[in-house]
């Protein structure tokens, strides 16, 4: 099995920046591809950034230039770096991990419990 712990949500204002982390734990196979997904009230679950098991990264275009995916495998730790946030970018903030590829399809067999995160205009 594979276990994902969010941390780093928060609340901030328009412009500025967080730092969210995952830390996952289990089976290695289990986790090779990984995302971030994040879900605002009354909206569907939408796929922020992916990436794949050799390190190739994806991005929805709405986040494309501001976040940054990345992971440190000696740790086991995935972050997504959020810049120059915005009010739209409110929402539950979710990691999630495959054994299969899945890009920013929200079809990942493990989920954490999610991070909020909070932009004030």
């Known amino acids: 099995q594979v276990q994902l712990v969010e941390s780093g949500g928060g609340s901030v204002q328009a412009g500025g920046s967080l730092r969210l982390s995952c830390a996952a734990s289990?089976?290695?196979?289990?986790?090779?591809?990984m995302a971030w997904f994040r879900q605002a009230p009354g909206k569907e679950r939408e796929g922020v950034a992916a990436m794949d098991s050799i390190g190739r990264t994806s991005y929805a275009d709405s986040v494309k230039g501001r976040f940054t995916i990345a992971k440190d495998n000696a740790k086991n730790i995935l972050f997504l770096e959020m810049n120059s946030l915005k009010p739209e970018d409110t929402a539950m903030y979710y990691c999630?991990?495959?054994?299969?590829?899945?890009?920013?399809?929200?079809?990942?067999?493990?989920w954490g419990q999610g991070t909020q995160v909070t932009v004030s205009s």
């Open positions: 999630a991990a495959s054994s299969q590829f899945r890009g920013l399809r929200a079809t990942y067999e493990y």
């Open positions: 289990g089976d290695t196979y289990r986790r090779r591809f």
